[in-house]
């Protein structure tokens, strides 16, 4: 009966169109609610896999079931997404608003962040304040302080300072020495407070990154029981959770950890002979410069990208550095017993051991790194600064971490998540397979609003001059289209190369090149500025929504094909062999094309055209790359070289495919 009310709800003259404003009835998420609902329905484990076109309003249609299948089951719905922003739109904007449309009342929900974006009061005690002016200016310490003494929540997201800002992590909770139960401020603890209301919440809306680096961190799973899940924005599944089981190990861990021994815990050490503690801290002092010294070493001998393996291990030892942090354990000792009335002896035992741990974690990511012991089911390279790992293959930890126990029903849904009708490229990397999977058109009439033009380049990337030639290529077409583009570029090089290219003469447009300004004021100028052209490299793929006359065109460089070197993939060739081109490698640089595509058509009444410089597109058949593109007129072009050398975009007659 509930699955012809949520077809109800989604109709033309439903309880959403009646109360919702803005609403547009379509058929597409009234499809996708149903099935949302039936798999949570069944109770039965079921997986849906949907992949959703932009303008569907497929997060409507994922949490009105979440809703009333919560309520009428008394059970949870932990609701993923891949970043902070989609989490507080769908808590603090969506779901209050559909509860007040569906006169819905009382339903608990809310939002976890990451630690990282919780105020430590007990690091926010401890930092002084001459070391705080010394990490920003003295107004806006004294804005920190005074926010640090009335906030209620704790969270970042109430002050302006920007989450990079390295007062931030000065002050933020975090695993690294939290003193847990011995902590002074154990019952006021900000996150300690989130996670104790999210046990009452029925909905509660988290990130992959959160979820992954708990399920990753504690081994004991997720600290908010949770009975189904919803996987929102679900290509970034597989990304998100590499990067919680990654294992790194670096100098600044090493100075950071042993810093905060000598100057925070050993001083503090009152059993112990003042000598002993002298000799503790210089002890910790010796392991800081011998890190310091390794990894120094490495950056000399290792190429940067350095990939290793079963018979290519780091140069050198780290047992120099091994055998000096356990001569400082040593020295320092373990914590005397304390009765239960000696709060100060407690607390600064419990300050001791959080460190130890913290060193004995430095410890195991080094000799994980530096061993090379699981090549090729893990990674593990050299980036500039740090020593790397992280498993080849994901699928084992995914299912893992979402099905530590039996679930009700997982939901995974996503504008780029199948290849044409196809799921088993998703389902393979994330070890999640369907029982149910569906394909929902795109609301907009692409056919009519949208073309691809295929540009034949006639140079590969490697060949001399290809740089020069697409910065010709790419000026020509923004000049003709009135700037109002964005520009995708494959590689930081070119990305330079074709800014140099547009700003070489005045233009009646704004080049806007990515590093010059921070991202969201990139976007907020090419936004407003609707005649404007934002040069950007790969990673502008998502995260841009610019409908109408300020994007009516989207150029990409070449069919996104991963860099040869990358660490993930040499250490996969190695696993998977030849298979990983069509098993892997096309299938991903598909769905990074569709990403890229899907920037330009935003509302029913956007126009424009995708131009991809790439005539492989076309001529390579068998690679099947139009899979992936929406089925719209195609146009095939090519660059030939006119008498004064500059490159000219020719249509060839006759090429209108769809």
């Not at 997060?59 to 009333?68: F, G, N, R």
Request: glycine share 8%.
């Amino acid at each position: 009966m509930k699955g012809k009310r949520i077809k109800e709800i989604f109709s033309e003259n439903g309880i959403l169109s009646r109360s919702l404003p803005g609403f547009e009835y379509r058929p597409q998420q009234q499809a996708l609610a149903e099935s949302v609902w039936s798999c949570l329905d069944s109770g039965e484990g079921d997986i849906l896999l949907a992949e959703a076109p932009t303008g569907i309003g497929k997060t409507h249609a994922l949490l009105v079931p979440s809703i009333y299948w919560s309520l009428e089951n008394e059970k949870k719905v932990l609701f993923l997404t891949s970043g902070i922003p989609l989490q507080e739109q769908i808590a603090l904007r969506d779901l209050p608003e559909l509860c007040r449309c569906l006169g819905v009342e009382g339903l608990p929900f809310g939002l976890i962040k990451g630690k990282g974006n919780y105020l430590c009061r007990l690091r926010g005690k401890e930092i002084g304040e001459r070391e705080l002016l010394s990490l920003m200016e003295p107004d806006i310490a004294g804005d920190l302080f005074v926010w640090m003494e009335s906030t209620v929540t704790g969270d970042f997201s109430e002050i302006a300072i920007p989450p990079s800002h390295p007062v931030i992590s000065a002050v933020a909770a975090g695993t690294d020495m939290c003193r847990g139960s011995a902590c002074p401020f154990r019952d006021s603890c900000f996150l300690k407070k989130v996670l104790q209301q999210a046990q009452e919440w029925k909905i509660i809306v988290g990130n992959y990154h959160l979820f992954f680096s708990y399920s990753a961190a504690t081994g004991r799973g997720f600290p908010v029981p949770f009975d189904a899940v919803i996987c929102d924005e679900a290509h970034r599944l597989t990304e998100a959770a590499r990067m919680a089981a990654a294992i790194r190990s670096s100098a600044d861990d090493w100075s950071r950890m042993m810093d905060y021994g000598r100057t925070r815990v050993i001083p503090r050490l009152e059993w112990l002979p003042e000598n002993e503690r002298d000799d503790g801290a210089a002890a910790s002092d010796r392991v800081r410069r011998e890190a310091e010294r390794l990894f120094a070493s490495w950056k000399r001998e290792i190429r940067q990208g350095e990939v290793f393996s079963d018979e290519n291990t780091p140069p050198g030892d780290p047992e120099e550095l091994l055998e000096r942090t356990q001569e400082m354990l040593r020295i320092v000792g373990l914590p005397p017993e304390s009765g239960e009335k000696d709060t100060q002896l407690k607390e600064t035992s419990a300050t001791l051991l959080q460190w130890r741990d913290g060193v004995s974690e430095i410890v195991r990511s080094l000799q994980w790194c530096a061993k090379v012991g699981r090549f090729p089911e893990w990674a593990y390279w050299w980036d500039g600064k740090a020593l790397l790992s992280a498993p080849t293959e994901c699928c084992g930890f995914i299912r893992n971490w979402l099905f530590p126990r039996p679930l009700d029903a997982l939901v995974a849904v996503s504008a780029t998540i199948a290849i044409g009708d196809d799921f088993s490229f998703w389902e393979r990397e994330t070890g999640l397979h369907s029982t149910e999977s569906m394909v929902l058109d795109s609301p907009f009439r692409l056919g009519e609003q949208m073309s691809v033009w295929v540009v034949d380049m006639g140079l590969a990337v490697t060949d001399e001059g290809y740089d020069s030639q697409a910065g010709a290529v790419v000026e020509k077409l923004c000049d003709e289209n009135g700037g109002r583009t964005l520009v995708l570029l494959s590689s930081i090089r070119l990305m330079k190369a074709v800014a140099v290219k547009l700003r070489s003469a005045a233009r009646p447009y704004a080049v806007l090149v990515q590093g010059d300004l921070p991202r969201n004021e990139l976007l907020r100028r090419f936004r407003e500025d609707i005649s404007s052209v934002l040069v950007g490299s790969v990673s502008f793929r998502e995260g841009i929504d610019v409908p109408g006359e300020g994007l009516t065109q989207v150029i990409i460089d070449r069919i996104p094909f991963p860099y040869p070197g990358d660490p993930l993939l040499v250490t996969r060739r190695a696993l998977e062999g030849k298979a990983i081109f069509k098993e892997v490698i096309l299938p991903w640089a598909k769905l990074l094309l569709k990403q890229a595509a899907g920037r330009l058509i935003r509302t029913g009444s956007d126009r424009g055209k995708v131009v991809i410089l790439d005539g492989r597109v076309l001529s390579r058949g068998d690679w099947r790359i139009t899979d992936a593109l929406p089925k719209v007129p195609y146009k095939k072009l090519e660059v030939r070289e006119e008498r004064n050398k500059e490159a000219d975009v020719r249509k060839q007659e006759g090429e209108d495919r769809r």
